[in-house]
């Protein structure tokens, strides 16, 4: 069955930079685009940045140009996340979502469990 | 950027009771090219990731039960549970993959009365 488990979120200080993965299974992963979404505590939902099967094309929100970089491996199944000169609005679980298969189809039928990124001094 | 607006903020109906969600855009979001509505709904449970509910705006995703419906058209989308049930109790979203960036509605609470 299709799996995404993200890993890399933690506690970091205002301009540090992290490391987000997510391990995906159980599906043909090169085939997909991939997104990062985010959801600060208590709030609603934001797509950071995706990604498309290939590694192109690529997408990054306003709020995040030029400081995330979204990469993938398709021989490991992986998406990352690079955060750097991360603030304190960038507090929020960071949730990986595998897009519709349908061409066209930007919505988001699987999703991790999330991993939680806390930016305070 | 479309924004995405949701009706009410959240609402408490009593099991086996109709629910009603709005949703409305600020954009058109029927391609005309082929008739679709780019229109997403999405429940979350407390401390679980979103799950997607309907898609085109009324295909319910495999294994949602039929008791959750979509509708609507344009700028303008509901999103129904006919009979609520104690496990239907969560925040729902949604979503517009019309253009990016792709942008989710503020959510409605919804709750047992």
């Known amino acids: 069955q299709v799996q995404l488990v993200e890993s890399g979120g933690g506690f970091v200080q205002p301009g540090g930079s992290l490391r987000l993965s997510c391990a995906a299974s159980?599906?043909?992963?090169?085939?997909?685009?991939m997104t990062w979404i985010r959801q600060a505590p208590g709030k609603g939902l934001e797509c950071v940045s995706f990604?498309?099967?290939?590694?192109?094309?690529?997408y990054y929100a306003d709020s995040v140009k030029g400081r995330f970089t979204i990469s993938r491996d398709n021989a490991k199944n992986s998406l990352f996340l690079q955060m750097n000169s991360l603030r304190a609005e960038d507090t929020a679980v960071y949730y990986c979502?595998?897009?519709?298969?349908?061409?066209?189809?930007?919505?988001?039928?699987?999703w991790g469990q999330g991993t939680l990124v806390t930016v305070s001094s | 950027d479309i924004v995405m607006t949701q009706s009410p903020d959240s609402l408490a109906v009593s099991l086996g009771d109709r629910a009603t969600i709005n949703c409305k855009s600020s954009?058109?979001?029927?391609?005309?090219?082929?008739?679709?509505?780019?229109l997403a709904w999405y429940q979350q449970k407390p401390g679980q990731p979103p799950q997607l509910l309907i898609y085109?705006?009324?295909t319910r995703e495999s294994g949602v039960p039929d008791r959750f419906s979509g509708s609507g058209s344009g700028t303008d989308f509901t999103l129904t549970i006919s009979s609520l049930q104690a496990e239907d109790v969560a925040v729902y979203y949604c979503?517009?993959?019309?253009?990016?960036?792709?942008?989710f509605g503020p959510g409605t609470k919804v709750d047992v009365k």
């Open positions: 990604i498309g099967g290939s590694g192109t094309p690529e």
């Open positions: 159980g599906f043909m992963f090169g085939g997909y685009y």
């Open positions: 979503q517009q993959y019309f253009g990016t960036p792709f942008t």
């Open positions: 979502a595998r897009h519709s298969v349908i061409v066209g189809g930007h919505y988001f039928d699987y």
């Open positions: 954009r058109s979001v029927l391609y005309s090219s082929n008739n679709k509505n780019y």
């Open positions: 085109w705006a009324s």
